[in-house]
């Protein structure tokens, strides 16, 4: 899904990181929850 749209720059290396660290984080959260 890349679409050359001068408004969104893709996303550098940090920033998949922080994202990617984000939807693991946030994963757990919802797992620690749900099994409380």
């Known amino acids: ?17 922080v ?3 984000r939807s693991v984080a946030f994963s757990l959260l919802v797992d620690r929850a749900l099994s409380a």
């Open 19 to 21: 994202s990617g660290l």
């Open 1 to 17: 899904m890349q679409t050359n749209v001068p408004t969104t720059p893709a996303p550098t290396a940090p920033a998949r990181a």
